[in-house]
């Protein structure tokens, strides 16, 4: 989703998810990319902290502001996305309780990439345009965002 497209009353809010999107995807690379098991399990930990605030701000303030900005247009693809997520949540924890000294510690993180680039394109191609299709003026909600991934990131109970 190219951000420069993406109309005044979605921007922020749109470009604040798809920068969040961007680190995770990035974090997954190099942790394929990386030999050394310390610096594997790092970056699997950053991607687990990094999804579990994005997750929550999207449950907590994205999801539940499009539900009611119109119930009928985004309700199937939100239940959905909370379906996407709840799994996604499963995986992290089992990531976050284990290291790379354990066997199926890499196979989780390669799904958990999966789960995630799935979630993602999902929203990217289809909710984030139907957000700027139905002219969702997201400008209230970027900085409850903002404040609350904040808090999050701040404070060490992410999951
Ligand atoms: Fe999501
Ligand atoms: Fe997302």
Redo the contacts with the bound molecule.
Sequence with gaps: MNKSQIPAAQKEVLSL?LD??KKVKKLFKEFEAEKDDAAKERLAQEACTELSV?AKI?EEIFYPFLRDQNPKAFGDLLDEALVEHASAKELIAQIQGSSMAEELYEAKVTVLNEYVQH??TE?EDELFPKVIAQKIDLRDILTPLVQRKEELLGSTAVA
């Design positions: 998810l969040d999107h994005h999207e979630h993602v929203e």
